[in-house]
Structure formats: C-alpha cells, structure tokens
C-alpha cells in the first residue's frame, strides 16, 4: 500500500521560501510519477507541478514557473517541492500525489491514485 505524508507547510510573510516535503513509503518513488497539488478556500484542487516517470520529464502551472520546483531524493524516498517568492494567492492546501504507469495527464489529479493529506501554506502580505 502506498501512503504519501507531507510537511513542511506553514506560515510565511510575501517573499519568503518553503520547502513542502513527501514521504513515499510502500513503493520505491523512483518508478511513480509524481505531482503538487493544491487548494485554496472556496476554490476547486489546482494543479502545481509534476514530474513523469521514466523520462523525468518536470511540468509546472504558469502560475507558479520560475518560482517553484520539484525535486526528489531517492535514497530519502521524499518528494519536495521548493517554493520561492511566495505571494498571498499561493495560500492554500498543498497535496503530494502518485501515480503508476506511463503517458498519464500529469496536470490532471484524476490519474494519481494515491495521495497525501495535505499541508497547510499561508502567504501574508
């Protein structure tokens, strides 16, 4: 069984830098795809980024390139996502997700089965 757990979130003032933090356990992490998704209040899950298995390939919302990366340690089997120049819109829940297999929609959170239970990040302005 798969089970993602993150951390990292917090509170942090326009400007600042987090970085969210995923424990994948139950799989070895080098052969899933994985991704960032979030959800602020009142609005519906967003996608934040991802990175495909095997090819490694990254993918990024606008909203967020140039500012955040995905990034992974295979020995750590944790996934991370590094978040720059944080604004007050990045406020939200942020969700680590999984998923095997090839030629899934990255952007698209239907296709991973698994995921975390979420970290809260609050931008203040």
């Known amino acids: 069984q798969v089970q993602l757990v993150e951390s990292g979130g917090g509170l942090v003032q326009a400007g600042g830098s987090l970085r969210l933090s995923c424990v994948v356990s139950g799989r070895t992490l080098n052969w899933l795809n994985t991704g960032w998704f979030r959800r602020a209040p009142g609005k519906e899950r967003d996608f934040v980024a991802a990175r495909r298995w095997p090819s490694g390939a990254t993918y990024y919302a606008d909203t967020v390139k140039g500012r955040f990366t995905i990034s992974r340690d295979i020995a750590k089997s944790t996934l991370y996502l590094q978040m720059n120049n944080l604004k007050p819109e990045d406020t939200a829940v942020y969700y680590c997700?999984?998923?095997?297999?090839?030629?899934?929609?990255?952007?698209?959170?239907?296709?991973?089965?698994?995921w975390g239970q979420g970290t809260q990040v609050t931008v203040s302005s």
């Open positions: 997700a999984a998923a095997d297999g090839r030629n899934i929609e990255m952007e698209d959170g239907q296709g991973y089965a698994y």
